[in-house]
């Protein structure tokens, strides 16, 4: 009788299959995937390098890739099915029907994200700054005063 217990190569060990998986989460960072898959920090970086030479890994890789591009098709496909119903629904009020139709346009990109712009105007400290006068004559500063001129200071 052999004791002898052939192993297959191309699947990979539990290790192997979570740092797979960390790999995919992480968007692909393998010192971060090996260290959460159980691997020595020391070593996380050689690991993972290592790791994804390996063909085995690769194929991992691209099946769970493959896997979670498949689910999330699903997912978004639930998704819009069910926002096109309640915005189709008669039943629900037109301010639900409206808010189900901007989400699906969120959803699909319609929508350009809002981007502001900041301006570093001068350096310097803020007690260098000068008033400037207004067209009545009075510094702007005083806008900021209370009515009654009473300033108190520490």
Same mark, same amino acid.
């Given at each position: 009788?052999?004791?002898?217990?052939?192993?297959?190569?191309?699947?990979?060990?539990?290790?192997?299959?979570?740092?797979?998986?960390?790999?995919?989460?992480?968007?692909?960072?393998?010192?971060?995937?090996?260290? &959460?898959?159980?691997?020595?920090?020391?070593?996380?970086?050689?690991?993972?390098?290592?790791?994804?030479?390996?063909?085995?890994?690769?194929?991992?890789?691209?099946?769970?890739?493959?896997?979670?591009?498949?689910?999330?098709?699903?997912?978004?496909?639930?998704?819009?099915?069910?926002?096109?119903?309640?915005?189709?629904?008669?039943?629900?009020?037109?301010?639900?029907?409206?808010?189900?139709?901007?989400?699906?346009?969120?959803?699909?990109? &319609?929508? &350009?994200?809002?981007?502001?712009?900041?301006?570093?105007?001068?350096?310097?400290?803020?007690?260098?700054?000068?008033?400037?006068?207004?067209?009545?004559?009075?510094?702007?500063?005083?806008?900021?005063?209370?009515?009654?001129?009473?300033?108190?200071?520490?």
């Amino acid at each position: 009788m052999s004791t002898d217990i052939e192993i297959d190569k191309s699947n990979p060990n539990w290790r192997q299959a979570r740092f797979v998986s960390e790999y995919c989460a992480n968007g692909g960072n393998a010192t971060r995937a090996a260290e &959460a898959a159980g691997y020595k920090a020391k070593s996380a970086r050689q690991q993972g390098a290592r790791l994804l030479t390996k063909a085995s890994i690769k194929s991992e890789i691209q099946a769970h890739k493959a896997a979670l591009q498949v689910q999330s098709g699903r997912d978004s496909c639930w998704l819009m099915g069910n926002l096109e119903r309640e915005a189709m629904d008669p039943s629900n009020t037109g301010s639900e029907r409206i808010r189900a139709l901007e989400v699906m346009g969120r959803v699909m990109g &319609a929508y &350009a994200p809002e981007k502001s712009q900041v301006e570093n105007v001068g350096s310097g400290f803020f007690a260098d700054l000068q008033p400037e006068k207004s067209e009545d004559g009075l510094e702007v500063l005083q806008d900021f005063l209370p009515a009654d001129g009473d300033v108190t200071l520490n």
